[in-house]
DNA sequence: AGAAAACGGTATCAAAAGTTACATAACTCA
DNA sequence: TGAGTTATGTAACTTTTGATACCGTTTTCT
């Protein structure tokens, strides 16, 4: 890919020439399929990616259950490496593509001398740390004080608006992963929901009314 | 009190002695008595408080049962208030001191502009930002996977810990509200640590053993 | 001292969620 | 086409947690 294509790519959050300048001379670009590990439990990170197209699913695991934690979309970065690249450390989380995307990737040292360098550059840090931790603390709430069965159907909602379709195309099984729960309980639920009216339940996919 | 005494009592952390002497012209110092309320939630926060003394225990409350977000403790901020400092917004969990405290704020206008001007601020504000969200992250985790009981013997141990000493002194009820649960369900589960020897039970405290 | 509040113990019941097991339908692919 | 895989439905059961109620004891406050 050319450099001016991937300039065309950047977020236009970063308004400084000399700072897209730097960033298409240190930066890496590279492609990933569906379902590739980005970052992984422990992993020690020396690297800051920013998404230019696609999504990374950014989630915990503890032996056999996961839990969502964010997703990682276009222009934004993982706040897990950018942890990181502040404090040394590796990643608790894991990401994962959730389709095919490109990623643009940064030495982490860079992270630190561009904040102090560029204002956008620090603007957008502090803009990650702070709509990650709002989405964290969001469900945090959620996970503290909603009961499943509500939790679920927010899921299916933020779905059908974030696609701007009812029809949400997701298995039973992965639904459980996203909340941290079995697909037993799922399927309970989504039976439920039914009955009650709400969704329309097919194989491989959800129809909300 | 005393300018002088102020800048004594700084983190160390503000090393530009202009940082330091711009926090005494502009801040205010204030003090709170125990359990008096230093941000609420739904307020409009125009001010960032740095604890100097004392504690600030964050929270977050639903209806009659609440959850513990973190401390703030000396020489540190709220995040909440960071976090509005930078967006206007509104406070979406409550602060109050556990233990008469004494506080510096500082109007928020301030927050952005010392960050170009002073790299040791805005060092304490990655900072902050980092750990709250490491913190935060650390109480997802448990209240998404763990359960009660292992989530109250964490907390003891914790407190044990930081104290120094086995003898944890606070009420059932008290510990119900740090771990978003109800009196009843802790006093059954510290019964049965005791009748498993992991602690012995006394009226307003519990001995770690 | 006496009342009120705080603290803790415990029994009973209900609800929510997880576990196990098994069955059927649909889809995939060699 | 037929075997293997994926997706879903559902029953039965257990565990965890929460809700309610009532008790006695200790502390606090006037």
Redesign the interface.
Known sequence: MEKTDILAKLPGAFTESALRQEMITHGKFITVNKDDTIVREGQFLDFLPIVITGEIRVF?Q?ED?E?L?YYVREGQTC?MSL?AA??SQTS?SYGVATKPSEIFVFPTRLVNEW??KY?SW?AF???T??S???E??G???S???DPIDKRLLTYLKNWAQKENSPKIVISHQNLAYEL?TTRVVVSRILKGFEQQGKVKLFRGYIQLK
């Open positions: 915990q503890k259950r839990i934690l706040m942890s502040y404090f608790t904040q102090l204002s620090n840090l502090i803009q740390f702070r990650r931790y709002d964290l603390l469900s945090f709430e996970v503290a004080f941290g």
